[in-house]
Every structure is written in structure tokens, then in C-alpha cells.
């Protein structure tokens, strides 16, 4: 009795395996192969939408940098990153538009421009960090015999690693600068 059920089981779970195999066989479509008569265009994959992430990409880059200047670090680091991603975003999605877009020489001078820019300022944070990590370094042996002497190098290394966290968060903004200018034909 108990292997007839188990045979029975096993045929209805085969007949339905079967059946849903086959419903789902019919629902897809076959890949479509162009005819070589027929040309080929990539179609663009910007819309409207991108308009809007482009818009809140600007806005947020906007924020960050008025932040940053009014001393609000962690908040414009924070904007920064979430236009770096829109950005991202739109890069992977209407690259090939903005790729075909050819630059007026005005733009060409900007992209230089920013660039620059944000390579001064990176390097500039690069620096800093390497003179803050030499000054902690300095300090650590300092902390038991001279404590006045420590906690100023202790105070030098945090002044210059949140100088340099600036410089970054700068440079970062310098070069979504460069993709804002790019991307620009999404406002219009």
C-alpha cells in the first residue's frame, strides 16, 4: 500500500513538473536574432526619469558643497556620496549618449579645469594624512614622559586628518563637477 502511494506520488510530481515545463517553454520567447538586413540601433536607455535623478544629483552636489563650507563634514560627505551613486547611475544608463555628445571647447577647458582641480586637492589630502600618520607616530612614545608635548601632536593629527577629509570630500565634488557639465544635456 505505502509503495503504491509513493509510485503515485512520484508520477503526479513528474506530471507536473511536466506540465509546468511546458507552460513555462510557451511563455518565453525565443531570442531574436537581427536579420542582417535589418540595421542595428542601441537604443537609448535615458528618459525622463534620468532628468530627475540628474536634477537630484545637481541638488545634492549643490548641498555638499555649501555644507563643506560651512563646516558640516559628515553631511556633505554624506551628500557627496549619494551624487557619486546618481551619478554613477547615470553613467552606466545614458553613457552611451553622453559618449556621442561631442564637447564644445568651452566644456573641453572645464573638464580640464576640474580636473586639476580635483587632483591638487587629493594630493593635498594625501599629504596631509601622511603628515598626520608621521605626528602620531611621533607622539605615541611621548605619551608617558611629556604629556603637554602629546597632546599637541594628538591635536595636529586630528586638525590635519579632518583637513584632509575636507581635501577629499573637495576633490570629490571638483570631479562630479566634471560629470555634472557631462551629463548636462539631460536638463534641457
Do not use: W
Request: glycine share 4%.
Amino acid at each position: 500500500m505505502t509503495q503504491s502511494r509513493y509510485v503515485h506520488l512520484v508520477l503526479t510530481l513528474l506530471l507536473v513538473l511536466g506540465f509546468s515545463g511546458s507552460a513555462l517553454a510557451q511563455t518565453q520567447t525565443p531570442p531574436q536574432t537581427p536579420t542582417p538586413t535589418e540595421p542595428q540601433y542601441q537604443k537609448s536607455a535615458c528618459g525622463p526619469d534620468h532628468k530627475i535623478i540628474y536634477k537630484r544629483a545637481v541638488t545634492l552636489l549643490d548641498n555638499a558643497e555649501k555644507k563643506l563650507t560651512a563646516r558640516y563634514t559628515a553631511e556633505a560627505k554624506s551628500m557627496a556620496k549619494e551624487a557619486k551613486s546618481l551619478f554613477a547611475i547615470l553613467q552606466k544608463e545614458c553613457g552611451q549618449d553622453q559618449k556621442e555628445r561631442a564637447l564644445t571647447p568651452k566644456e573641453e577647458q572645464q573638464e580640464a579645469i576640474n580636473q586639476k582641480l580635483s587632483a591638487d586637492e587629493q594630493s593635498q589630502a594625501e599629504r596631509l594624512l601622511k603628515s598626520a600618520e608621521e605626528k602620531f607616530k611621533k607622539a605615541q612614545p611621548l605619551e608617558a614622559g611629556q604629556p603637554d608635548m602629546y597632546t599637541q601632536l594628538m591635536r595636529q593629527v586630528k586638525d590635519e586628518n579632518e583637513q584632509a577629509q575636507k581635501r577629499g570630500i573637495k576633490a570629490m565634488i571638483y570631479a562630479m563637477r566634471t560629470q555634472q557639465m557631462l551629463f548636462s544635456f539631460l536638463s534641457k
